[in-house]
């Protein structure tokens, strides 16, 4: 097996200064736009606000490049534009939570009162089926659902 052992210096360079500079500005968003902001649900106060959907929409960009190309494309294939859903009661202050995909009977879905992506299931479009308290990036949950279709679940 011959390897090529060819560097590419700017390539290189230019992929960990792009990963950096994502890195940077996802921290720097939630340094100061989440840190502090979101408290666990059973200590919300009224200083709890829900996510804002310019966070949220440049989250969603920002981790969109985390992902390797298969998932770049399960991603491509189940995304929507995020929209409220509701899940009531622990939705419901911030009137409903993001959605951010829709495959078959379940839902991705942005839990801003834990700072999270989850994936729960669906009967009825635009209301959540099941409350989960995961605190996964997004990259992750996607990472997650490719396996799934890859073991053939």
């Given at each position: 097996?011959?390897?090529?052992?060819?560097?590419?210096?700017?390539?290189?360079?230019?992929?960990?200064?792009?990963f950096?500079?994502?890195?940077?500005?996802?921290?720097?968003?939630?340094?100061?736009g989440?840190?502090g902001?979101?408290?666990?649900?059973?200590?919300?106060?009224?200083?709890?606000?829900?996510?804002?959907?310019?966070?949220?929409?440049?989250?969603?960009?920002?981790?969109?490049?985390?992902?390797?190309?298969?998932?770049?494309?399960?991603?491509?294939?189940?995304?929507?534009?995020?929209?409220?859903?509701?899940?009531?009661?622990?939705?419901?202050?911030?009137?409903?939570?993001?959605?951010v995909a829709?495959?078959?009977?379940?839902?991705?879905?942005?839990?801003?009162?834990?700072d999270?992506?989850?994936?729960?299931?669906?009967?009825?479009?635009?209301?959540?089926?099941?409350?989960?308290?995961?605190?996964?990036?997004?990259?992750?949950?996607?990472?997650?659902?490719?396996?799934?279709?890859?073991?053939?679940?």
């Open positions: 097996m011959e390897v090529n052992k060819q560097l590419k210096p700017t390539s290189t360079a230019l992929l960990v200064l792009c950096s500079a994502t890195l940077a500005q996802n921290n720097q968003l939630r340094s100061s989440l840190a902001r979101y408290t666990p649900f059973k200590n919300m106060s009224n200083t709890w606000k829900p996510v804002d959907i310019k966070w949220l929409n440049n989250d969603l960009e920002n981790q969109f490049w985390l992902l390797d190309e298969p998932q770049q494309k399960l991603w491509n294939l189940i995304k929507i534009n995020p929209e409220k859903w509701s899940l009531s009661p622990l939705g419901d202050q911030g009137g409903g939570f993001y959605v829709v495959f078959g009977n379940q839902v991705l879905w942005f839990n801003d009162i834990e999270g992506y989850n994936i729960s299931n669906y009967n009825e479009y635009g209301v959540i089926s099941d409350y989960f308290s995961n605190q996964n990036e997004l990259h992750h949950s996607v990472n997650y659902l490719y396996s799934l279709l890859q073991d053939g679940v």
